[in-house]
Each structure stands twice: as C-alpha cells, then as structure tokens.
C-alpha cells in the first residue's frame, strides 16, 4: 500500500553512461515532481508535470529528462551521467495546487544516485 | 523569486525539553504557504505541519507549534517534550498561491539526547 514509490533505491553506475529512475504514486494526484537532494542535503525542485503535461521545468540540464506516461507515473531519465549527479532524487505526488489553495506533496523515499 | 533561510545548521536537545527551530523567508508575494518537513535518517521526507499566511493563528499539530510573523517573515518551529525519535533534519519550505513549487531552506539537523 506504499503511497509514492521509487525504483531503485539505490543506483551506482559510471560517468558517461544513461539511467532512469522510476516514480508511481497511488493516491490518486494528478500532479507529480522531481526535486534533487544535494550532498549537502539541499532540495531544489527540478520538474513538475500536472497530468502528463510540463507545468515545472527549473534550469536544469538537458541530460535530464522526464517523461510521464500517465498521471500515476513519473519517471527520470539521465543522459551521460556526470559526477556532480551524484545526488539523492526524490518523486513526490499531490492534487494541483490553485489560487483556492496549496495541497500537501508526498514524497517518495528517494533514489540514491552514485555516479564514478 | 523566494528565498528560505535557516540559520542554525545544528541544534540539539535534551529529552522531554523544548526546542525552537527558526526560519525567515523573502517574498513579494501576499499569499503563500509555508511549511516545515522532517527528514529522518531513514531518507522519507514527512510533512509536520503547515501554515496559511492568511491566517493570523498559528498553527499547531500535537507536540508541534508555529511561530509565524508574517510582518517580520519569520516561520519557527517549536517542538515541546521532545523524543528521541524527533532526530531528524527539519526543512522550512515556502510555496507560493496557486504555485506548486516548494522552495526549501538549507535544513537544520536536531539531535534529541537521552
């Protein structure tokens, strides 16, 4: 019954190959997100979807690409993985937040991305 | 654009004592939210309480309180009879109306001691 999951949990792989990082969340949300930890553990939004539609895109590189099938899923392709990608990278789902007010985001547990 | 400030990396407690962390925040905006998210070691980002900057009172969930002066942009949080379990990373985070983004401050580590 996990609410936000992220697959893996852990990723280790070399500079310069591709990865994705899987997001599904069964709450029901029609909004869902990318935020990257840094290893001084701060957060900072990458993307934002709202039923498979790009609602959030942060000056991120393009090596980065989200791709969303259905509104349940989010996931996170990286092309050429550099060392500074080396981060922890959290999926989070809620309902769109509008001016009659926010809704609370839920995070996934978040995937540990080791890049050598 | 917003901005979160929290300016004690670190804090630590002794059990069952109370503790304030604090938060101020920049913004041009009238309308927002803010809101504080606990990170244990264990990685899952919780939600522990959030508050409405139009509302005048502060917010309360349990051991957990606000202070929040919104004239002074000022967010912190009070967690009273702390446990151990509260041993986390606390991360002040603002969002603005009809805005999805959270816009977190750089976290500070509690370390509540037996």
């Known amino acids: 019954d996990t609410a936000v999951s992220q697959t893996p949990k852990y990723l280790v792989t070399q500079m310069g190959n591709d990865k994705s990082i899987k997001c599904e969340q069964n709450?029901?949300?029609?909004?869902m997100y990318w935020y990257k930890q840094d290893s001084k553990k701060f957060l900072k939004i990458m993307f934002s979807?709202?039923?498979?539609?790009?609602?959030i895109n942060e000056t991120v590189p393009n090596r980065f690409s989200p791709k969303s099938p259905d509104k349940a899923h989010l996931n996170l392709h990286i092309n050429s993985l550099e060392l500074g990608d080396s981060a922890v990278y959290f999926c989070?789902?809620?309902?769109?937040?509008?001016?009659?007010?926010?809704?609370?985001?839920?995070f996934g547990p978040g995937t540990r991305l080791t890049v050598l | 654009a917003q901005t979160v400030t929290q300016s004690q990396p670190e804090m630590s407690v002794q059990e069952a004592e109370t503790v304030t962390l604090s938060c101020t925040y920049d913004?041009?905006?009238?309308?927002?939210?803010l809101f504080w998210y606990k990170q244990p070691p264990s990685r899952q980002m919780i939600l522990v309480i959030r508050?409405?900057?139009?509302?005048?009172q502060n917010a309360t969930e349990n051991r957990f309180s606000v202070n929040f002066q919104k004239a002074a942009k000022s967010f912190s949080l009070k967690i009273s009879d702390s446990q151990l379990g509260d041993t986390a990373m606390y991360f002040c985070?603002?969002?603005?109306?009809?805005?999805?983004?959270?816009?977190f401050g750089a976290g500070t580590i509690l370390r509540v001691k037996s």
């Open positions: 979807y709202n039923n498979k539609e790009l609602i």
């Open positions: 709450l029901g949300h029609d909004t």
């Open positions: 985070a603002f969002m603005k109306l009809g805005g999805n983004k959270l816009v």
């Open positions: 508050q409405e900057a139009y509302k005048q």
């Open positions: 913004t041009s905006e009238n309308n927002y939210y």
């Open positions: 989070a789902s809620s309902r769109l937040s509008t001016l009659a007010g926010a809704n609370e985001q839920f």
